[in-house]
C-alpha cells in the first residue's frame, strides 16, 4: 500500500525531533490527523495535544520552544483555524522563538473560486512567518518544505509555515523525488554552529570593561544559556546585574548585586544603576524601553548577542560582539581584570537589601479586601524547588517582575515583546508536558482568565493524571478589572478609569474549577493567603488559587515622570470613580517607602 503525503510528514517530522504537536481538528487537516492517528504504536509516534483553541496551540508551542530550547510545533485547519493561531505564533516571533505551524487550505482544485474557507494563507502568514511560508502544491513538494521549515526555524530562532491543501494530504508520496531538473533533494538534520566574535573585537570589549569603574550588566533570554559565565563576570567586574523580563531566571536574586527587573515593571536598583553607571554590557537582550537604560555617551557599552541584527539596536554599543552568550563570555573571561573597588557594589548591595525591605513594607499594606503584593510575597517564600513559572501580561506581570525571589534551577516566562494577553495558562500547560515532574504556576488576571484561561483548565482536567507530579497551580487575581490598562488610562491618558470598558462579570473561579475535578480554593483574607498555597502545593491534583485583590493597589514605576504625576492627578480631579481607594492606596505604597518598617504593625492591627 502506498505511503500518504500525510504519512510521510508525520515520519518526516519525527526524524526532525518532534515528538509533540498541540492543535484542532477541522476537516481541512483530516488527512495530517489521520496519519498522526497511524503513527501510534509505531516507532515514528507523535503525541497530539488537543488545545481548546487555536490560539492556545500556538502559545503552548511557543512555550516549548521557551522552556525546551526545541522546536515547538502547531496545527490548524483551514481559514478560521489557521486565522486562530496568528496571536499565539506572534508571541513566539517576537520574542525569538522557534515554531513550526502546519495549517490546512482548501483543495487545489477549488483555490481561486471563493470557495467555502478559502483563505490567501500565504499573505495571512507572510509577516509573521516571514522567513518561510510556503504551501504544498505537489506530493514533490512535502520532503523539501519539511525539511526547509524545521531547519530554518531551528536556526534562526523564528517562526515558520507549512500550508498543506486537503488534497494533497490524502495523496501518495513520491520519495525519493525524480532527480530531474526542477526538483531538490533536501535532508535531516541541523546543529547550532558555535557563534564566536574575532579576537580583535574581544580585547577591545575588555579594555572598555576593565575601564570602566563602575559597570552595570543587564541581561535577556540569550543569557539563559551561560548563568555560571554571567556569574563569572558580575563577579570579576564588580558589576550590578539587571535583568530583563525574560531573563528572570539568567540569576537568583538571592545574589546580592542583582538588582532585578528593569522597565516600566522593574526596580528602583535597576533604575538607580542604569542611571549611574559608567559603563554597560548587555548579554542576549532586546529590552526595548532606551529611558531605562542609560543617557547616550553616559555609558561605554559592549552588547553580546547571537543574533548581529540586535546589536546597538537599543543603545549604541562601542564593540557589538556577535556570538553566543556562553561562549562568548569565556572567551572574554580570561581577559578581564578582577576589580579591587568594591565602593560600587556595595552601593548596588545596599540598594537592594533596602528594596527588598520595600518591597515587603508595600506587601503588607492593608488592602480592601487583599493587597495582591502581599500574594506574591507570600508565595515567592514557596516556590519549590525547580518549579516553571509563567505570567500573563496585566499588573500580575509587575508583581511577577518586583516581588518574586527566583532561585537557581527555576525557569520563568511571560509574552515579552508582544505581551499579549492570555498565554499564561497555556504556557503552563506546555511546561507540564515538556517536565511532567516539575511543579508549574501560572500568575494571571481575571481578564486573561475570562478571556481563555478557564477554557485551559478544562485541557489541564483531561491530562492531569498522566503528569508524574500532579501540581500546576493557576493564581488568579480577582479583581474585577482590567487592571493594567485602568492605571494605563489615568497615567498615560490623564483620564479616569472608563467602567463600561474597564469592569469585569463576577466569576468564581474556585468553584469552577471543583466542576472539572480539579482543587479550587477562594482566597478572600490577609490570612487565608498562606494556607491556600500551603493547600495547593500538598493536592494531589492541580488547583486553582481564586484570589479576590484590590484593583486600587498602584503598580508603581520605579521612575515617576512629571507627565505621568501630571496625568494621575488629572485623572483624579476629572472623578474616577475609585478615586478615595487610589488616593489612599498609593499614599500607602509611597509612605511605606520612607517607613518600611511601620507596615506589618498596620496590617496586624487592620
Given at each position: 500500500m502506498a505511503q500518504s503525503t500525510s504519512d510521510y510528514l508525520v515520519q518526516r517530522l519525527h526524524q526532525w525531533g518532534v515528538r509533540r504537536i498541540y492543535g484542532y481538528p477541522g476537516d481541512g487537516i483530516n488527512g495530517f490527523l489521520g496519519a498522526l492517528s497511524r503513527a501510534e504504536g509505531s516507532d515514528h509516534r507523535i503525541e497530539f495535544i488537543q488545545a481548546r483553541h487555536e490560539e492556545m496551540a500556538a502559545f503552548m508551542a511557543c512555550a516549548h520552544a521557551k522552556f525546551t530550547g526545541e522546536v515547538g510545533v502547531c496545527m490548524a485547519t483551514s481559514g478560521p483555524g489557521a486565522i486562530h493561531l496568528l496571536n499565539g505564533l506572534y508571541d513566539a516571533k517576537m520574542d525569538h522563538q522557534p515554531v513550526v505551524a502546519i495549517v490546512g487550505q482548501q483543495a487545489t482544485t477549488a483555490m481561486g473560486a471563493n470557495y467555502q474557507q478559502e483563505v490567501d494563507l500565504t499573505s495571512l502568514f507572510k509577516d509573521v512567518a516571514g522567513p518561510y511560508v510556503h504551501t504544498i502544491i505537489t506530493p514533490l513538494n512535502v520532503r523539501t518544505q519539511c525539511?526547509?521549515?524545521?531547519?530554518?526555524?531551528?536556526?534562526?530562532?523564528?517562526?515558520?509555515?507549512?500550508?498543506?491543501?486537503?488534497?494533497?494530504?490524502?495523496?501518495?508520496?513520491?520519495?525519493?523525488?525524480?532527480?530531474?531538473?526542477?526538483?531538490?533533494?533536501?535532508?535531516?538534520?541541523?546543529?547550532?554552529?558555535?557563534?564566536?566574535?574575532?579576537?580583535?573585537?574581544?580585547?577591545?570589549?575588555?579594555?572598555?570593561?576593565?575601564?570602566?569603574?563602575?559597570?552595570?550588566?543587564?541581561?535577556?533570554?540569550?543569557?539563559?544559556?551561560?548563568?555560571?559565565?554571567?556569574?563569572?563576570?558580575?563577579?570579576?567586574?564588580?558589576?550590578?546585574?539587571?535583568?530583563?523580563?525574560?531573563?528572570?531566571?539568567?540569576?537568583?536574586?538571592?545574589?546580592?548585586?542583582?538588582?532585578?527587573?528593569?522597565?516600566?515593571?522593574?526596580?528602583?536598583?535597576?533604575?538607580?544603576?542604569?542611571?549611574?553607571?559608567?559603563?554597560?554590557?548587555?548579554?542576549?537582550?532586546?529590552?526595548?524601553?532606551?529611558?531605562?537604560?542609560?543617557?547616550?555617551?553616559?555609558?561605554?557599552?559592549?552588547?553580546?548577542?547571537?543574533?548581529?541584527?540586535?546589536?546597538?539596536?537599543?543603545?549604541?554599543?562601542?564593540?557589538?560582539?556577535?556570538?553566543d552568550a556562553r561562549l562568548t563570555l569565556e572567551k572574554l573571561l580570561p581577559l578581564l581584570d578582577r576589580k579591587d573597588n568594591q565602593d560600587w557594589r556595595d552601593q548596588i548591595a545596599k540598594n537592594v537589601r533596602d528594596w527588598w525591605e520595600q518591597l515587603e513594607a508595600r506587601a503588607f499594606q492593608p488592602a480592601d479586601p487583599i493587597n495582591p503584593q502581599r500574594v506574591f510575597w507570600e508565595l515567592s517564600k514557596r516556590l519549590p524547588d525547580n518549579c516553571i513559572l509563567a505570567a500573563d501580561s496585566g499588573t500580575a506581570a509587575n508583581w511577577f517582575a518586583r516581588d518574586l525571589k527566583l532561585r537557581d534551577g527555576m525557569m520563568a516566562s511571560l509574552s515579552g515583546n508582544l505581551a499579549t494577553m492570555c498565554p499564561g495558562v497555556p504556557y503552563v500547560i506546555a511546561a507540564k508536558f515538556a517536565y511532567p515532574d516539575r511543579v508549574a504556576i501560572a500568575m494571571v488576571?481575571?481578564?486573561?482568565?475570562?478571556?481563555?484561561?478557564?477554557?485551559?483548565?478544562?485541557?489541564?482536567?483531561?491530562?492531569?493524571?498522566?503528569?508524574?507530579?500532579?501540581?500546576?497551580?493557576?493564581?488568579?487575581?480577582?479583581?474585577?478589572?482590567?487592571?493594567?490598562?485602568?492605571?494605563?488610562?489615568?497615567?498615560?491618558?490623564?483620564?479616569?478609569?472608563?467602567?463600561?470598558?474597564?469592569?469585569?462579570?463576577?466569576?468564581?473561579?474556585?468553584?469552577?474549577?471543583?466542576?472539572?475535578?480539579?482543587?479550587?480554593?477562594?482566597?478572600?483574607?490577609?490570612?487565608?493567603?498562606?494556607?491556600?498555597?500551603?493547600?495547593?502545593?500538598?493536592?494531589?491534583?492541580?488547583?486553582?488559587?481564586?484570589?479576590?485583590?484590590?484593583?486600587?493597589?498602584?503598580?508603581?514605576?520605579?521612575?515617576?515622570?512629571?507627565?505621568?504625576?501630571?496625568?494621575?492627578?488629572?485623572?483624579?480631579?476629572?472623578?474616577?470613580?475609585?478615586?478615595?481607594a487610589v488616593i489612599k492606596q498609593s499614599f500607602r505604597d509611597v509612605m511605606s517607602t520612607w517607613l518600611p518598617g511601620s507596615s506589618k504593625k498596620e496590617a496586624s492591627r487592620s
Open positions: 525539511d526547509r521549515a524545521m531547519r530554518i526555524a531551528k536556526a534562526q530562532r523564528e517562526v515558520t509555515c507549512i500550508i498543506f491543501p486537503n488534497d494533497i494530504q490524502m495523496q501518495d508520496m513520491v520519495d525519493p523525488p525524480p532527480r530531474i531538473h526542477y526538483t531538490t533533494l533536501t535532508g535531516v538534520g541541523y546543529r547550532v554552529p558555535d557563534i564566536i566574535p574575532k579576537d580583535v573585537d574581544l580585547r577591545q570589549a575588555a579594555d572598555i570593561l576593565n575601564q570602566g569603574r563602575k559597570v552595570a550588566m543587564l541581561v535577556g533570554a540569550g543569557a539563559l544559556n551561560a548563568i555560571d559565565q554571567v556569574r563569572q563576570v558580575a563577579e570579576t567586574l564588580g558589576a550590578g546585574v539587571a535583568k530583563a523580563l525574560l531573563g528572570r531566571a539568567v540569576l537568583a536574586d538571592e545574589l546580592p548585586y542583582v538588582t532585578g527587573a528593569i522597565g516600566l515593571l522593574g526596580t528602583q536598583p535597576s533604575y538607580d544603576m542604569m542611571m549611574s553607571c559608567d559603563t554597560l554590557l548587555i548579554v542576549g537582550s532586546c529590552f526595548p524601553f532606551s529611558e531605562f537604560l542609560p543617557k547616550e555617551g553616559q555609558a561605554k557599552c559592549v552588547q553580546i548577542d547571537v543574533k548581529a541584527r540586535n546589536l546597538s539596536l537599543r543603545y549604541p554599543a562601542d564593540v557589538p560582539l556577535h556570538g488576571g481575571d481578564g486573561a482568565m475570562q478571556m481563555l484561561g478557564i477554557n485551559g483548565l478544562i485541557t489541564i482536567s483531561a491530562w492531569w493524571k498522566g503528569w508524574d507530579d500532579p501540581r500546576l497551580i493557576v493564581l488568579v487575581l480577582n479583581n474585577s478589572d482590567l487592571n493594567l490598562v485602568t492605571w494605563e488610562q489615568r497615567v498615560t491618558a490623564g483620564d479616569p478609569k472608563y467602567e463600561a470598558s474597564q469592569n469585569l462579570p463576577a466569576f468564581n473561579y474556585a468553584e469552577y474549577a471543583r466542576l472539572l475535578d480539579l482543587e479550587g480554593i477562594r482566597v478572600q483574607t490577609p490570612d487565608e493567603i498562606v494556607p491556600a498555597f500551603d493547600q495547593a502545593l500538598d493536592a494531589d491534583r492541580p488547583c486553582v488559587i481564586d484570589c479576590l485583590t484590590d484593583p486600587s493597589v498602584p503598580p508603581i514605576p520605579p521612575h515617576i515622570t512629571f507627565e505621568q504625576a501630571r496625568h494621575y492627578l488629572l485623572s483624579m480631579l476629572k472623578g474616577d470613580p475609585d478615586k478615595l
